[in-house]
């Protein structure tokens, strides 16, 4: 179909996801890690895979102050489909699971003030089992999406070879583009080729996606938190200098709020995908939400840390022996942020360092504990200080400069107006 000389011209001229969209990273919900593909709606129809599941999202979003934090984008996974494409030959939803189509349902979404996400898979099938979108399928695929008044679409590699991969990622990327409609274009290529460097190009990646997911599904454990967080860091030289605005790795969704997480390990999770600019997808059940629960997934500065408007994925700077690992990110205005986390499981331990150690400049900062939620102090960068840090827990700073009486404060009020224009 395509020769060696015309790939390699397809790939110097794609840079088709420069469209002004996920400028900081996405922000949503997601069905997959809690809803999986269940399909019993007699069952289970409230947890089933279905338009009313999307609907009530939807209005959770909207009504529990997500949306004003910028969760908005409706994410639907795989086994939204018909087992068989239309007449036409195009994707079909379900027809008992959304009886009103996914236009309709997409319409609800945007009356909300929200974005909707869709599901497809390069290759024969998608990973369970449903039709997936073959080299031939893309443009027409691509199109129904658009025509629904689709917002992002997560493109999954189940069935096809690398070959059709390296064809087929870069081609959804010109057919979505070419439909007109901006779309977040989210691609999982990378986990089908190894996940790194040389069968992993990112830059290319960069020029045709968003996002990526760079490594395997995140599941409802610490364990599987730490899986990914330790692959994320141990490979940052290869992914950190990856992400930016419009192009950001994905270490999967957040499973806070679910099953697998303490109160501490889920603060954890905040505050790493924070400080690695990753895409705040919560995978949860909005209608049952704890209070503590919610108010981790809604910290404001975290968010705030999550989304600074540079884009500059943080790095781990560091591992003790104690088995504290130490976390930082730049943030705009010469402010930053840095997590503390503790890998041990026996109480709490406390860290002594200074800022000076961690590579901070001479000057005294301002400096306040993001879930500690207690005043800020400055904090002389030469003064030794301590850090109480609960096992598989984490504390986080965010600093400013002290002789910039903005700050914080300047950053909270920048992030409203953000948020404002957002809506
Ligand atoms: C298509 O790509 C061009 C070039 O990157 C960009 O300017 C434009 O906004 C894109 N359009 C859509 C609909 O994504
Ligand atoms: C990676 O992709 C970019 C953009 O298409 C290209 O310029 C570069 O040569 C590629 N790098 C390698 C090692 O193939
Ligand atoms: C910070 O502490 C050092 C001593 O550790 C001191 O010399 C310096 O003056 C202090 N800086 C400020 C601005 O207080």
């Known amino acids: 179909m395509f020769g060696p000389m015309s790939l390699l011209s397809l790939f110097a001229l794609v840079q088709s996801n420069d469209n002004g969209l996920a400028l900081t990273p996405p922000m949503g919900w997601m069905a997959w890690e809690r809803f999986r593909c269940d399909t019993d709606c007699q069952e289970d129809p409230e947890n089933c895979i279905s338009e009313v599941l999307f609907r009530d999202m939807a209005d ?51 009356s909300r003030g929200l974005k909707l996400g869709i ?21 027409t695929d691509a199109q129904t999406f658009a025509d629904w008044g689709v917002d992002y679409l997560k493109f999954d590699g189940c069935s096809s070879n690398p070959l059709e991969q390296m064809l087929g990622y870069p081609l959804m990327s010109k057919a979505l583009n070419a439909t007109g409609r901006p779309m977040v274009y989210s691609c999982s290529w990378p986990v089908y080729v190894g996940s790194l460097p040389p069968e992993v190009n990112y830059t290319l990646l960069g020029n045709i996606c968003h996002l990526w997911r760079n490594y395997y599904d995140i599941q409802d454990s610490w364990e599987s938190v730490k899986f990914i967080k330790d692959w994320f860091f141990k490979n940052q030289d290869y992914i950190q200098p990856a992400a930016g605005p419009g192009r950001w790795n994905d270490p999967d969704m957040l499973i806070i709020g679910n099953f697998g997480l303490s109160l501490d390990q889920s603060r954890a999770q905040m505050a790493l995908w924070s400080i690695m600019a990753a895409p705040l997808i919560m995978s949860n059940n909005l209608r049952q939400l704890d209070a503590s629960t919610q108010a981790i997934l809604q910290n404001k500065l975290a968010i705030i840390i999550n989304q600074d408007p540079l884009g500059i994925q943080g790095r781990q700077l560091l591992t003790e022996k104690s088995k504290i690992e130490v976390y930082w990110r730049p943030l705009v205005d010469s402010n930053s942020a840095l997590a503390f986390l503790s890998m041990r499981s026996d109480m709490p331990y406390l860290y002594h360092t200074s800022l000076g150690k961690l590579g901070y400049d001479v000057g005294i900062y301002q400096v306040h504990d993001v879930f500690g939620g207690s005043k800020p102090k400055t904090l002389n960068s030469t003064e030794v200080f301590t850090v109480s840090i609960n096992p598989s827990g984490v504390v986080m700073w965010y600093l400013a400069p002290a002789n910039r009486r903005a700050g914080v404060n300047q950053a909270l009020i920048q992030f409203r107006s953000r948020s404002r224009m957002r809506l």
């Open 119 to 139: 599901y497809a898979d390069m290759g024969r099938y998608t990973c369970m089992g449903f039709p997936g979108t073959t080299l031939d399928r893309i443009k």
């Open 60 to 110: 959770r979003l909207y009504e529990d102050g997500w949306r004003e934090l910028g969760y908005e984008y409706v994410i639907i996974d795989d086994c939204w489909m018909s087992k068989a494409r239309d007449q036409d030959g195009r994707l079909q939803p379900d027809p008992d699971r959304f009886p009103s189509g996914i236009a309709r349902l997409a319409e609800y979404v945007h």
